[in-house]
């Protein structure tokens, strides 16, 4: 789009600068968030209910863990009285509300004439230690939370006050942890739904620095290596950092933060503008050495500015496809991104035809062809030889593909984005060895006559069959309700001997404890397992991550034990919590992610029959893209690489990335065959001519994406390593498998040239 008029030049640029102030005034506005919410699907029945079912009961928001893992028994080496000193010492910290740790919970003896505390530990009469021991470990149910099984690890949790700010919070946790490490148990281990968003919410933060930073070096490296002048790095730059701060400006605008997705999308826009700005670049540069800058721009943009806009058109079809998934999330990343792309091309093509002219040649033309020569010379002629070779041995590994993608399973963990270093990786290790993990699951319990309370004797006896299941067949552990709370009860009547810890048996001790729940609802805590009318109630244990595959196994099989065991006309039970729509989500997300693919790849093959007007062409252009999914997709399998959000997502963006090459070649090869050159001669120009800036800007995309492999988030890593792997495949599409096809099936008008002998 050449701009003759000067004043409309000066009014164009006066815009965008204007437009770019204003974003980079709304830049500081752009938040940081994690919030677990925003993954599951907009219409999900299951989070409704979650949310109604979780304004019933007490939240746990606001407790910390503090955990340590000693070296040798808590019963040795005065480590209880370390422990009580701590505890004190926790109490008295302002913010800190109650502080419950071995040495400070009791054991209730009731009687009709009233109730005494009994407390288990003697942390200061090392003389009792072994008696103690052998008391708590007689109460298994009170001694699980706060010591394993091994006596080799403790826990301590803090009832916090309610803090707004991330800052405050962090402040008090780090008061904790100073004085847990000061306690002389050990390197201290916390563990808090607040905490560990607040460290997340760093981690993006970093993230997002880490990055951007790789991303400009990357960039400067390419464009430096390329045109060698400091123009040739400026402009592009100027262009598709405009890109991303447009992007990120109208996010903050808009009121969209980052997360685990959207942070990825500066570097994406970042790497896929640079592919439109080397095109034009590079262009402009073989021809202003022989015409004016005005001549050269308009050439440029005749050859390649309609294959720049279906470029870009296609990789936000890639992207936009990813928004079909209906969790907010995905679709922020999808439209954004795509937006951002277009944002590139638009950015492209008002400012380098005004700007180009300053971009002076600094390096000669003649040392960039060698890698052209090479493609036309040698390259390709071997492919024409080999062509039917070529096509065999693609058949041979899809065959080989397809059974790797009999392997593939739908599967996440809760905690996938967790490194080996990570902080908190070693926090849940420590939790998964001694004390059944951290992944929570919920069970939501409702009488289904109105007339009936879940103290019935009947819904106690269905609840305690429940219970039982869950802890020995499901493998749940620290599992709390309202059986337990009745339990502990009968025990406590019956002088705390351990034996009773059972439903009652007397009716008499079974009506007292009744009406104690019911007189006693708040001093007792009920509100954390049952409703004020008893009516509903809730089970909650943990679990290890065993990953969302194992947990649907499990979960099926507890629905079929409700369904054979319980009369549903008693007791209404649902599994709940925000660990089971996480793995909902998962397995939604990636069925519709194969739908936005199928989505995408029909949009795109319209852009490509339009582009051809052949169907032999479009079929062609879409066998060349879709094998290189096809053995990613079979890598997975043979590799064990789970399918989920971070994975499933790779597919859909990789094909409207991968395409853009295609569009290239295919165009270059079109206008060759239409001045009348054989299939043969005109792969052969194409290689010369296009070749070079396809291998080129898939090198940068490749490198690009690999950058995602430094992520400090597993999952990123992994969407990184796959999408670099797609790409690689797909270029190889693009200059191996393509052009066989081509020789094999386009046999239109071969009038002049001729093939090697295969």
């Not at 002048?229 to 990120?248: D, N």
């Not at 202003?288 to 936000?316: D, N, Q, Y």
């Not at 062809?369 to 492919?383: D, E, K, N, T």
Request: net charge negative; hydrophobic share 50%; glycine share 8%.
């Amino acid at each position: 789009m050449i701009i003759r008029s000067a004043k409309l030049r000066i009014a164009l640029l006066s815009m965008v600068a204007l437009i770019s102030v204003g974003m980079a005034v709304a830049l500081p506005k752009l938040a940081f968030q994690f919030d677990l919410d925003r993954f599951f699907p907009r219409h999900d029945p299951g989070v409704a209910f979650l949310e109604a079912f979780e304004a019933r009961f007490a939240s746990s928001r606001n407790y910390l863990t503090v955990g340590f893992e000693l070296e040798g028994s808590l019963f040795q080496a005065g480590r209880m009285a370390r422990l009580d000193s701590l505890s004190n010492r926790l109490d008295s910290v302002p913010g800190i509300r109650k502080v419950e740790s071995l040495t400070t919970i009791t054991y209730p003896i009731l009687s009709w004439l009233g109730r005494t505390e009994r407390a288990f530990l003697h942390p200061h009469q090392p003389e009792r230690a072994q008696q103690d021991s052998v008391w708590l470990f007689s109460y298994p149910d009170t001694r699980s939370p706060f010591l394993s099984s091994d006596a080799r690890a403790t826990c301590l949790f803090l009832e916090l006050d309610s803090m707004e700010q991330a800052s405050e919070r962090m402040t008090q946790a780090e008061t904790v942890k100073r004085l847990a490490a000061a306690s002389g148990l050990g390197k201290p281990i916390l563990y808090g739904e607040f905490f560990s968003q607040d460290s997340h919410i760093q981690e993006l933060q970093e993230e997002l620095r880490t990055l951007s930073g790789l991303g400009v070096l990357l960039m400067l490296l390419v464009l430096w290596l390329s045109f060698r002048s400091w123009a040739g790095i400026g402009l592009p730059l100027l262009v598709i950092g405009l890109a991303v701060l447009w992007t990120l400006g109208t996010m903050a605008l808009l009121g969209i933060s980052l997360n685990l997705m959207t942070v990825l999308i500066p570097l994406i826009v970042s790497i896929v503008a640079m592919s439109d700005v080397v095109h034009v670049l590079a262009g402009y540069r073989s021809q202003e050495i022989h015409l004016p800058p005005e001549e050269a721009i308009r050439l440029v943009w005749k050859k390649t500015g309609v294959a720049i806009l279906l470029t870009s058109l296609t990789t936000s079809i890639g992207f936009l496809s990813v928004a079909i998934s209906d969790v907010p999330m995905i679709i922020e990343f999808g439209l954004f991104t795509a937006y951002g792309v277009m944002l590139a091309y638009v950015l492209t093509l008002v400012l380098m035809p005004m700007l180009l002219p300053w971009c002076r040649r600094e390096a000669g033309p003649q040392e960039q062809a060698v890698l052209s020569r090479w493609m036309a010379r040698q390259l390709f002629p071997w492919i024409a030889r080999r062509k039917l070779l070529v096509l065999g041995s693609s058949l041979v590994l899809l065959g080989v593909a397809a059974l790797g993608i009999r392997q593939v399973k739908v599967n996440a963990s809760l905690y996938q984005d967790l490194s080996a270093e990570d902080e908190f990786s070693l926090t849940l290790d420590f939790f998964e060895r001694y004390f059944s993990g951290i992944r929570g699951v919920e069970v939501a319990l409702a009488v289904a006559d109105s007339q009936r309370t879940l103290l019935d004797p009947a819904s106690l006896e269905k609840m305690d069959r429940l219970h039982q299941y869950l802890e020995k067949q499901f493998g749940l552990g620290q599992i709390q309700d309202l059986t337990v709370v009745l339990k502990q009860g009968n025990r406590s009547m019956n002088a705390g001997r351990p034996a009773y810890f059972h439903l009652p048996d007397d009716p008499e001790i079974a009506r007292f404890l009744q009406l104690q729940c019911m007189a006693n609802f708040d001093d007792l805590h009920l509100e954390t397992v049952v409703s004020r009318d008893f009516r509903q109630g809730r089970m909650v244990g943990r679990i290890q991550d065993l990953g969302s595959a194992e947990m649907e196994r499990r979960n099926a099989a507890f629905e079929a034990f409700v369904a054979d065991s319980l009369d549903a006309g008693w007791l209404s039970v649902e599994l709940t919590g925000i660990p089971l729509l996480l793995d909902r989500s998962h397995r939604k997300i990636a069925d519709s992610l194969f739908v936005g693919l199928i989505l995408a790849m029909t949009v795109i093959s319209m852009i490509l029959g339009w582009l051809f007007r052949s169907l032999t062409m479009t079929l062609i252009a879409l066998i060349a893209n879709l094998l290189p999914l096809f053995f990613v997709l079979g890598y997975m399998g043979w590799g064990g690489v789970d399918m989920n959000f971070s994975t499933a997502i790779i597919f859909t963006i990789a094909f409207g990335i991968a395409v853009d090459d295609t569009i290239h070649m295919m165009g270059s090869y079109r206008t060759e065959r239409k001045s009348g050159h054989s299939a043969f001669l005109a792969l052969e120009n194409t290689f010369f001519t296009t070749g070079k800036a396809v291998v080129v800007t898939s090198l940068v995309l490749v490198i690009g994406f690999g950058l995602l492999m430094l992520s400090s988030f597993p999952s990123t890593g992994t969407t990184g390593s796959l999408l670099s792997l797609a790409l690689v495949l797909a270029v190889l599409g693009d200059v191996v498998v393509l052009p066989a096809l081509l020789l094999v099936f386009d046999k239109r008008n071969n009038q002049s040239g001729e093939e090697p002998g295969d």
